[in-house]
């Protein structure tokens, strides 16, 4: 497991998200800051096996999927979520502050559904079955993408 990009996402990731200003314009895609950190909430909430989702990938393209995932080789930008309206939801959340606090959380509850079981997989809709070291590869990876999409 990587340690570094686990602390990235517990605390670098967190405090970086402090210092965005939530009008700061995406130079990609739809979606404004409190809406990117809502939606990085539910990708915490996918991994730490919250919110079960099915596979979406067809069987065949998951090696390829895998391969992309453990490269260090970042997401295109805009790149497509099929399971993503395309005008996102409106924020569920009364502010950033609150944002940042809930996605705190979501992290704690990925560490401890890990914590209570180090062996499990959780199914990823475009990956497949993750362990803890693959979902932190995903988040870490998932995490660099949008905040290269607010410029940070």
């Given amino acids: 497991m990587n340690h570094s990009k686990l602390y990235f996402l517990l605390e670098e990731f967190p405090a970086l998200l ?61 790149t497509k979520n099929p399971l993503l309206p395309e005008i996102p939801q409106p924020v569920r959340l009364p502010d950033m502050e609150t944002a940042i606090s809930e996605l705190k959380r979501a992290l704690t509850a990925f560490e401890k559904a890990f914590a209570e079981n180090p062996e499990r997989e959780i199914i990823n809709p475009f990956f497949g079955p993750l362990n803890y070291a693959g979902q932190i590869q995903l988040l870490h990876k998932h995490a660099k993408h949008h905040l290269k999409q607010f410029g940070l």
């Fill in 18 to 78: 402090n210092t965005l200003d939530p009008s700061t314009p995406p130079c990609w895609g739809k979606m404004n800051v409190q809406q990117m950190v809502e939606h990085f909430i539910d990708a915490t909430l996918v991994a730490a096996g919250k919110i079960p989702i099915q596979l979406y990938t067809p069987a065949d393209r998951l090696p390829l999927m895998v391969k992309f995932l453990f490269s260090e080789e970042p997401f295109r930008e805009n």
